[in-house]
T-cell receptor
Framework: KNEVEQSPQNLTAQEGEFITINCSYS?????LHWLQQHPGGGIVSLFM???GKKKHGRLIATINIQEKHSSLHITASHPRDSAVYIC??????????????FGSGTQLTVLP | EPEVTQTPSHQVTQMGQEVILRCVPI?????FYWYRQILGQKVEFLVS????????KSEIFDDQFSVERPDGSNFTLKIRSTKLEDSAMYFC????????????FGPGTRLTVT
């Protein structure tokens, strides 16, 4: 069973700061998701990656398969980025085991 | 942009009652999932569904739970006899064919069992 750990659990930043959220997992995976959960509870998929790096606007996600580690970066943070950011991994080989195992989430608060 | 929808957004029920949570996945997706999140806890996988049958399920998904795709567009989760500990946010998700595993989540149904 994959164990997914996120750090930090809580993060408070000033508007404009560069933010990094980390995720590590215990067992090899076929894909890793970064998700955003807003106070109302809805979940939005930000990235899915299995290697390298992806960028979308001010968000950057990287993954190091050998080290079993991924990071989510937010550049020029803004109060509207305040949310819970969740890492979720899919274990198993391609075509099997599609279920996701979730981390506990990182509560990000960006102050104006 | 296509999205996963869920109804109702909030369901209150009494212990022992049956509830059905409904989801409309993205129309050309083939894989469907239910997850739940108890307040303050991690999101947990319940079940995945493909080709009109369950493909994976967790230990949480016991005989009290069932899933169905009754009409080719809806995907439902039924809890036969609700317990207090079933109170949670239930998320439906869907994903496309073999080459695309990204899962798209619905807004969730908050189930409160009293």
């Amino acid at each position: 069973k994959n164990e997914v750990e996120q750090s930090p659990q809580n993060l408070t930043a000033q508007e404009g700061e560069f933010i990094t959220i980390n995720c590590s997992y215990s067992v090899g995976i076929s894909a890793l998701h970064w998700l955003q959960q807003h106070p109302g509870g809805g979940i939005v998929s930000l990235f899915m990656l299995s290697s390298g790096k992806k960028k979308h606007g001010r968000l950057i996600a990287t993954i190091n398969i050998q080290e079993k580690h991924s990071s989510l970066h937010i550049t020029a943070s803004h109060p509207r980025d305040s949310a819970v950011y969740i890492c979720a991994v899919r274990s198993g080989s391609s075509g099997s085991a599609r279920q996701l195992t979730f981390g506990s989430g990182t509560q990000l608060t960006v102050l104006p | 942009e296509p999205e996963v929808t869920q109804t109702p957004s909030h369901q209150v029920t009494q212990m022992g009652q049956e509830v059905i949570l409904r989801c409309v996945p993205i129309s050309n997706h083939l894989y469907f999932y239910w997850y739940r999140q108890i307040l303050g806890q991690k999101v947990e996988f319940l079940v995945s569904f493909y080709n009109n049958e369950i493909s994976e399920k967790s230990e949480i998904f016991d005989d009290q739970f069932s899933v169905e795709r009754p009409d080719g567009s809806n995907f439902t989760l039924k809890i036969r006899s609700t317990k207090l500990e079933d109170s949670a946010m239930y998320f439906c998700a869907s994903s496309g064919a073999e080459s695309s595993y990204e899962q798209y989540f619905g807004p969730g149904t908050r189930l409160t069992v009293t």
